[in-house]
């Protein structure tokens, strides 16, 4: 990776950190609360997140590079074990390592596979409690949670918060990875959030909002992708995508009676891209079958699973 900035090392610090944990505890709600702005998808779904997602946050003297990582289970197709790696992927080339754990539960079987991940790792660790705002009994929780790490050797800090109502205690998390960054050279640009292209982001939005929509085991089956972004002289933005899905009673199921279903998860997604970008957006979607998608290796490479 080269650097995107003139600093030198000495006068700059930077590095990666990767935000970890089981399904649906609200590391990409953290990521988002990081950067003041949405660069990855949330919903109350668990695994909404498939790739891993960088973050930018950037001072005048350090950048943290976020790294959102899908969450950690036990995989039941190919894009479950594209997942997992990608989760072991981002913990090798990192400097340090956010836990998120949901203070409202004890730990499950599934925090157990990340403590196990990140246990030995001589990194920083920062162990965060989130949704403390609506868990009864936080710091039992904690404790067990902590417990995990037993016979940990490396630093390892502790936080409680919520990461969707408490900006100010994720603010000194914020700050507390950037005092323990290393010295070296911005790895981006100054002024970008996000390293994914616009493409990338906004078929993640219309993914969001799908998840959003459908019921049952259907929103796992279900991929995007978009093909074509075009601007008008008039600013408009005409983004043309597609919802993919496995077989052909689902594509019924994504359209809906009359196209209603499809209508309202284009229509949700608009209106998310509109607030961001800050311009009127026409979305046009199609829904198209891959049989088997999930377990399809070259399917997955071409939806962007690699």
């Given amino acids: ?17 990767a935000i970890v944990g089981k ?57 479950g074990k594209y997942m997992n ?8 080339d990192v400097d340090a390592i956010i836990w998120v754990v949901d203070l409202r539960h004890p730990p499950t079987d599934e925090d157990g596979l990340v403590a196990h991940q990140i246990r030995d790792l001589p990194k920083p660790l920062f162990l965060v409690g989130n949704k403390t705002d609506i868990a009864k009994y936080p710091d039992e929780a904690m404790k067990l949670y902590r417990a995990q790490l037993e016979g940990r050797a490396a630093e390892t800090q502790e936080l409680m918060l919520s990461a969707q109502n408490d900006p100010n205690a994720v603010a000194l998390l914020r700050q507390q990875v950037l005092d323990i960054l290393p010295e070296g050279p911005f790895f981006y640009p100054r002024g970008g959030a996000s390293d994914q292209t616009r493409e990338m ?7 969001e909002e799908a998840m959003k929509k459908l019921r049952d085991e259907l929103p796992y089956a279900v991929a995007t992708r978009v093909n074509r972004w075009t601007e008008r002289e008039d600013g408009l933005q005409r983004i043309e995508g597609e919802i993919v899905v496995e077989k052909s009673a689902h594509k ?51 939806l962007g699973y690699e």
């Fill in 201 to 207: 982001w906004a078929a993640e939005i219309i993914r």
């Fill in 85 to 92: 790696h990608e989760v072991h992927a981002a913990l090798a």
């Fill in 252 to 302: 019924g199921m994504v359209i809906g009676a009359g196209g209603k279903q499809l209508k309202e998860i284009g229509q949700a997604a608009r209106k998310q891209l509109e607030v961001f970008l800050s311009r009127k957006v026409y979305l046009g979607l199609e829904v198209i079958v891959i049989p088997g998608w999930r377990e399809d290796t070259e399917a997955l490479r071409e």
């Fill in 1 to 17: 990776m080269t650097s995107g900035d003139a600093s030198t090392p000495g006068d700059t610090h930077s590095g990666f950190v």
């Fill in 23 to 79: 399904p649906n505890v609200g590391k990409s709600t953290l990521m988002n609360a990081f950067l003041g702005t949405k660069v990855a998808p949330t919903s109350p779904r668990p695994q909404t997140t498939r790739r891993g997602v960088r973050g930018i946050h950037t001072t005048d003297t350090h950048q943290i590079v976020f790294v959102d990582t899908p969450g950690v289970h036990k995989p039941k197709d190919a894009l």
